[in-house]
């Protein structure tokens, strides 16, 4: 098959540091896309090492590895648990995430989730699956709208936009980007319409994948999957994304505080490695969709 261009991985020699590769190591890219971390990490394992790779996107299998040490599998990560055990895999090494939009999965017009081309509302990371933005746009409730557009765009005017909506579909379907962005204009300022289209975007599209919800089932998975000194190495474009990351390796959990014992001591299966990771000045330069990067690495203790 022809392998498709799809972007330049981002923090790429700091993402595969943070697993600190054994030669002889298991390894798991649960975020293929172009394959760039999958291609380094490869060019660090020795004979004996092995590396899988998840994406739920059909059109990543065209970038598949040949190469007798790895395996690409087409499934979602939240299922990452029992693909592995079906291939045999009780414990790995280390776990590679790059979470979000491929820039591939942005550059296609007709997947529809960037706001630069006319499509129509699709927005799906698995073409297979039956929701749709078309879906969330026309079908959800006005209180179900606003939800969205409230937790996952973290936008103040998500009420008035949820009521909009809901109004003009009486009329007809909302079908296209360019026909929700006129049903939105009154929320568009010309200073801030990149600004707050991105938030409107991003909160369909998370709805769309579930992706919260996959994240969440994902990383419960991952103390279980890791051998002792086992790492975790993720990158989170969104702060809904990083906040996860970020509680579940400092408290094992997504919210609240674990519980402590009468010394006021508690235990969690991981423990952070260095500091938070952002791109240099030049990376940016060089590649734009690498600014809002975070990396964050962890070790199961």
Do not use: W
Not at 48 to 70: C, V
Not at 170 to 194: A, C, D, G, M, Y
């Amino acid at each position: 098959m022809k392998q498709m261009v799809y972007h330049n991985p981002v923090l790429l020699k700091e993402t595969v540091d943070g697993l600190k590769v054994k030669e002889d190591g298991v390894y798991v890219d649960v975020t293929f896309g172009g394959g760039g971390h999958s291609n380094e990490i490869l060019k660090r394992l020795g004979d004996k090492g092995r590396l899988f790779a998840f994406d739920q996107d059909q059109d990543a299998l065209k970038n598949g590895l040949n190469d007798k040490r790895f395996m690409l599998i087409n499934e979602n990560f939240r299922h990452l648990k029992r693909f592995l055990r079906f291939h045999g895999v009780k414990t790995v090494d280390g776990i590679l995430a790059d979470f979000g939009v491929s820039s591939h999965q942005f550059d296609v017009a007709e997947r529809g989730f960037s706001t630069r081309f006319e499509a129509d509302l699709d927005m799906r990371m698995n073409q297979n699956n039956k929701l749709s933005a078309f879906n969330v746009v026309n079908e959800y409730s006005e209180e179900s709208l606003k939800q969205v557009f409230s937790q996952y765009g973290e936008l103040r005017a998500a009420p008035a936009m949820a009521r909009l909506i809901v109004t003009h579909r009486r009329n007809e379907p909302i079908k296209t980007s360019n026909q929700l962005k006129l049903v939105l204009k009154k929320f568009l300022s010309p200073k801030h319409e990149n600004k707050v289209l991105a938030q409107i975007y991003q909160a369909i599209r998370i709805e769309v994948n579930q992706e919260i919800a996959a994240l969440k089932e994902f990383l419960l998975q991952t103390p279980e999957l890791l051998k002792p000194e086992g790492r975790l190495s993720f990158i989170s474009y969104h702060s809904l994304e990083d906040r996860l990351v970020k509680r579940f390796i400092r408290n094992g959990l997504f919210e609240g505080e674990p519980e402590r014992d009468v010394f006021g001591n508690f235990e969690v299966p991981l423990k952070k490695i260095g500091s938070l990771i952002v791109p240099s000045k030049e990376e940016i330069e060089k590649n734009n969709r690498a600014r809002s990067a975070k990396l964050r690495v962890a070790e199961k203790v």
